[in-house]
T-cell receptor, first 115, second 114 residues
Framework: EAGVAQSPRYKIIEKRQSVAFWCNPI?????LYWYQQILGQGPKLLIQ????????DSQLPKDRFSAERLKGVDSTLKIQPAKLEDSAVYLC?????????????FGDGTRLSIL | AQSVTQPDIHITVSEGASLELRCNYS??????LFWYVQSPGQGLQLLLK??????LVQGIKGFEAEFKRSQSSFNLRKPSVHWSDAAEYFC????????????FGGGTRLMVKP
């Protein structure tokens, strides 16, 4: 089966600019996750979708980050305006359903560098 | 709040030697525990998971992990390391509530000497 697809793989922007990441989950996976992985740290969940609804966005900095999954399939994560501390790898993952028993399948991530 | 500690940031072992990566967790109920591996420039791949039952779980690539409730640990082991095992390893904990998120440890970077 095709894995989780993410684009772009790399992005370099200046602070205060905006950026968007795209994720296409595994076909049939209802649950989609966005993680932020800062260099030298483990992934931190930003937001979790169940179909097109938000399940958990408690760790999403809502003043600058937004995410949507309008048709319950693809998802975009946006940062506006970007700050230096947003430099990280943004990982998308998907699973058949919610809850930790469902294995999460990860994409290769988008590496964001803020100048 | 749930948390995961991986005490070793870096570990170097010789090829063919045995490996143990440590993981300690904090979780208020019965935990679900996971080990993931991440190669440079790639996403995370699930090595193994523990939900319940036998406390020794087998995973892919010859890895195993043992759940010890009394020590709040879930250490990853491999009897003989191969050069291709060089990567970063993450332990994670979650729960059985719908929508309950995974919390990852900070990771252990494994280097393998020839």
């Amino acid at each position: 089966e095709a894995g989780v697809a993410q684009s772009p793989r790399y992005k370099i922007i200046e602070k205060r600019q905006s950026v968007a990441f795209w994720c296409n989950p595994i076909s049939g996976h209802a649950t989609l996750y966005w993680y932020q992985q800062i260099l030298g740290q483990g992934p931190k969940l930003l937001i979790q979708f169940q179909n097109n609804g938000v399940v958990d966005d408690s760790q999403l900095p809502k003043d600058r980050f937004s995410a949507e999954r309008l048709k319950g399939v693809d998802s975009t994560l946006k940062i506006q305006p970007a700050k230096l501390e947003d430099s990280a790898v943004y990982l998308c993952a998907s699973s058949l359903g919610p809850g930790a028993r469902q294995p999460q399948h990860f994409g290769d991530g988008t590496r964001l560098s803020i100048l | 709040a749930q948390s995961v500690t991986q005490p070793d940031i870096h570990i170097t072992v010789s090829e063919g030697a045995s490996l143990e990566l440590r993981c300690n967790y904090s979780y208020g109920a019965t935990p679900y525990l996971f080990w993931y591996v991440q190669s440079p420039g790639q996403g995370l791949q699930l090595l193994l998971k523990y939900f319940s039952g036998d406390t020794l779980v087998q995973g892919i690539k010859g890895f195993e992990a043992e759940f010890k409730r009394s020590q709040s640990s879930f250490n990853l082991r491999k009897p003989s390391v191969h050069w291709s095992d060089a990567a970063e390893y993450f332990c994670a904990v979650g729960g059985n509530n719908a929508g309950n998120m995974l919390t990852f440890g900070g990771g252990t970077r494994l280097m393998v000497k020839p």
